[in-house]
């Protein structure tokens, strides 16, 4: 049988939190709502838990917790960004559970957000994913402002 008659190994991109979906176009950031740095989802999280969307390792942990580098099965990356402009809180409000090279499941606790101190040093806690590759023919199947729960196909 022919190489690209085989199905690539891989899982349904899934909810990596619980709350309310956000098109990407509708965050408040222009470089992820112009789709500068590719197509992806947003969750509006209800309680701070960020969970791992698909099964693979841990490309990059960043110190400050509010962001990670993934990659797939299949090789390919994408970033899960946790809050706007959280960067600035210099890992305040942010408990990281995975470093570089772990290998994660589907899943996988890979963070806890602290909703309320994000909120009361006033960044928006939006959870963003985004991929150069992996969304590029991705139709999401949930809508902008639908509940998900972890887990849930997106």
């Not at 698909?54 to 899960?80: C, M, Q, R, W």
């Amino acid at each position: 049988m022919f190489d690209f008659f085989k199905k690539k190994k891989g899982e349904e991109f899934v909810a990596f939190a619980d709350g309310k979906v956000i098109l990407l176009e509708n965050v408040n950031d222009e470089v992820f709502a112009k789709k500068m740095m590719g197509e992806g989802i947003a969750i509006e999280p209800t309680d701070g838990n960020v969970y791992s969307p698909l099964s693979g390792k841990v490309k990059n942990a960043f110190p400050t917790g509010h962001a990670y580098i993934l990659e797939d099965l299949n090789g390919v990356e994408y970033l899960i960004h946790c809050g706007l402009d959280t960067v600035e809180l210099k890992g305040e409000g942010f408990e990281g559970y995975v470093k570089e090279g772990d290998s994660v499941k589907q899943g996988d606790k890979i963070c806890k957000m602290n909703l309320d101190l994000i909120n009361e040093k006033g960044k928006d806690t939006v959870i963003i994913a985004v991929s150069e590759e992996l969304f590029k023919d991705k139709k999401f199947q949930k809508n902008q402002d639908e509940k998900v729960s972890k887990g849930d196909i997106l």
